[in-house]
């Protein structure tokens, strides 16, 4: 994570830069507006220095493999716009698979055979004011850059992503990882960046202070000691299991009693884990806002947490890229979110799967700000959803987010006992059908 001593005193640094001066709603503003206006620009940019200008990008080999330069994308761009040039991309054989991304199997395509490693979608011209690890919940932890360029686009994307869903102002907790996991330290810096810090920081697994987790537990310990200079402090993480959310609860009904409802942010299981430890202890916290993501966040799960009174609210990310959606503030279904895009550009493209079944929506992604830690050009994500555009009138369509997508699955197919379920089958499964049968809650299976 801290590879020598320069890096840390780069995120000290950086830190101290970053913190100084909490963005105001106006700043916000300021920001998005901004990303929308340069979004073309943006793109070019990044395409230019990244991949045109950076031999080893793979992206270059397939570009010109397709006979693709510069010049004839910035045509594209500025002709019809970032959507319709990655469009001709795409069709052109353009995109990589998620396996691909991921390092696991080479780029081929007729005459083109290039070996890839995760790094090398690292983008070349980032900072890199430290270094975070990823999720690994399709694979092995990889490490990734982070620059606080970029904090500062989330940390403005975020306070419109809660003020359209009404959880604006409330006290924040978040149940989420120390590093490596680069989750729970984001949402600390973010809140701090908007001068509305943290009340409680819940993890999943402890601060580990042995030779491995060393140069974590100081970059963990080093922002929540600093981040009190400068008066909007990340609180300390409170090691609290997935099979034991009563600490949770209890927080959550505490803040209840006090009248001042908080706002949990927690992947969709772990929400659902809070909500059965509150029912099964007899807390009330009727009144509490869940801000969910991570998993699907299903009809079967907003079932069981409203029976407790609590509203919920989604987000869309990736551990390579951070927040790529905010909650829409009339939502229509469950899950329905607003594109950053700003931030992302997203195809939606059938893929045929290797049992010949075909995925008609599936999500293909491309980055388009400088400070992005990963270059994606049409990268399958392995997600899939309905994406498109209604007039739903609020925030987050005022801001310039005009586009929807909801019921977010991942088409990535689990075998059990030699059957093969695609996901779709398989939340109905564990979170219908199963619990209908046997009892217990969704997150039970």
Known sequence: MLSDAGMFFRFAAGLGRFLRSPLTEQDCRAIVAQSLEDRERNFLRLMRRAVYGYPESP???????????????????????????????????????LDQFKGRRPIERPGLFIEVRPES????????????????????????????????????????HFAAAGAAGRPLGIWRGVPPDSSGLKHGLIAAKLGRPMERWFSPVPVRWDLTGLPFAALTTYAVRASRLYGNPIPPPEHVPLDDGAPVARWLAE??????????????????????????????????????????????????????????????????????????????????????????????????????????????????????????????????????????????????????????????????????????????LVEEVLPRAFGGHPADY
């Open 121 to 160: 979608f690292d983008n070349p011209v980032l900072s890199r004011d430290f270094e975070v690890e990823s999720g690994g919940s399709t694979g092995p932890r990889r490490r990734m850059k982070i620059d606080f360029d970029l904090l500062v686009y989330d940390a403005a994307c975020r306070y419109f």
């Open 255 to 428: 803040k209840v009693r006090a009248g001042t409802p908080a706002v949990l942010s927690a992947a969709a299981n772990n929400a659902v884990w809070a909500a059965i430890a509150a029912k099964e202890a007899g807390l009330d916290i009727g009144g509490t806002v869940f801000r969910v993501g991570g998993e699907p966040f299903t009809d079967a799960k907003a079932r069981l947490v409203a029976e407790l009174g609590v509203r919920t609210f989604s987000g869309w990310s990736m551990s390579e890229t951070g927040p790529l959606a905010g909650a829409c503030g009339r939502r229509e279904v469950v899950d329905e979110v607003h594109l950053f895009r700003g931030k992302i550009a997203v195809l939606e493209r059938p893929k045929r799967l290797a049992d010949g079944e075909t995925v008609l929506d599936v999500l293909y992604l491309t980055t388009l700000l400088p400070s992005t830690p990963k270059i994606m050009l049409n990268l399958d994500s392995g997600d899939y959803g309905v994406l498109g555009r209604r007039r739903c009138g609020c925030l987050l369509e005022e801001l310039g987010f005009p586009d929807h997508l909801h019921t977010i699955r991942n088409y990535e197919k689990l075998t059990a006992g030699g059957i093969q379920f695609v996901g779709s089958e398989i939340m109905e």
């Open 59 to 97: 992206y270059l080999g397939l570009l010109r493999w397709a006979g693709i330069e510069y010049g004839d994308l910035e045509r594209m761009v500025l002709a019809d716009g970032v959507e319709s040039a990655l469009a001709r991309l795409y069709d052109a054989g353009v995109s990589v698979e």
